[in-house]
């Protein structure tokens, strides 16, 4: 029996319920540890962790800086970039090409490439930055981050 730690967390998947809790952050608190390094001080979280372990005002004003890549007149400019990207995924995993697991065939590769193009990361560098990025994000998760491998923890 594995027992969880930390204080946990919610997961809200209705509209209505994410608006009631970005209204309450006193209750519904990011910056203290919602996906994080478990042996990071909560208070350094919203710091070095990624904008999920934010609170405002510093999420919105990061969000502010990075939400122009994604305003609509952006999208626009790589919609069709993104459309054939997904169409050359789908006719390699519909030939037989993959593994047979989605968000390894499909779910990480798009927006991983995507990402990275925007971000002028050579194709050479996707499996390290999707290493990278499944570590920041994994937490403690043993799938991504061995539980006895705390060098990649650090």
Do not use: W
Request: glycine share 10%.
């Amino acid at each position: 029996v594995i027992a969880p730690q930390g204080p946990g967390y919610y997961a809200l998947t209705r509209y209505a319920d994410v608006v009631e809790a970005s209204r309450r952050p006193q209750d519904f608190c990011s910056g203290q540890g919602a996906i994080s390094i478990p042996d990071v001080p909560g208070d350094l979280n919203e710091f070095f962790g990624s904008m999920i372990s934010m609170d405002d005002p510093r999420h919105a004003k990061i969000r502010r800086i990075v939400s122009r890549a994604f305003s609509p007149r952006m999208i626009q400019r790589f919609e069709d970039k993104v459309e054939a990207v997904a169409g050359q995924i789908v006719a390699e995993v519909a030939t037989g090409g993959g593994t047979g697991d989605f968000v390894q065939d499909v779910a990480a590769r798009l927006p991983l490439k995507i990402i990275c193009d925007m971000m002028g990361v050579g194709e050479e560098h996707y499996r390290t930055v999707l290493d990278a990025s499944n570590v920041i994000l994994a937490g403690n998760d043993a799938e991504f981050v061995p539980v006895d491998d705390g060098e990649q923890m650090a």
